[in-house]
């Protein structure tokens, strides 16, 4: 698994942007191949962080691409600025149920 975690440091609503992000980028996401899970946090202090969770490197790369064209052009009016974004492998998962992997 591939994991993209896109941190936006001023929002200024989290609430509304994730509430408007729904729709378009869960359209996108449902559409993209690979696409896994995907959550959005308010971290406090303007910080919204969306966490996207993929089968490779490959299919985030792709739906992140169209991710980050989505916000640029439907979310002007939230600032929402450049994101920090880190990527990487996903090493350990443990689900409730006693599955897990290590990778």
Known sequence: MYMVIRKYA?????????????????????????????????????????????????SANAANAKILAFVQASLPDLDLGVPEITTGEVLVHIEPNGSSGIK
């Open 10 to 58: 001023k929002v200024r609503s989290v609430a509304d942007a994730a509430r408007r992000a729904k729709s378009g980028v869960g359209e996108i996401l449902r559409q993209s191949h690979g696409f896994k899970s995907y959550y959005v946090l308010d971290a406090g202090d303007g910080a919204g962080i969306a966490v996207m969770i993929f089968d490779d490197r490959e």
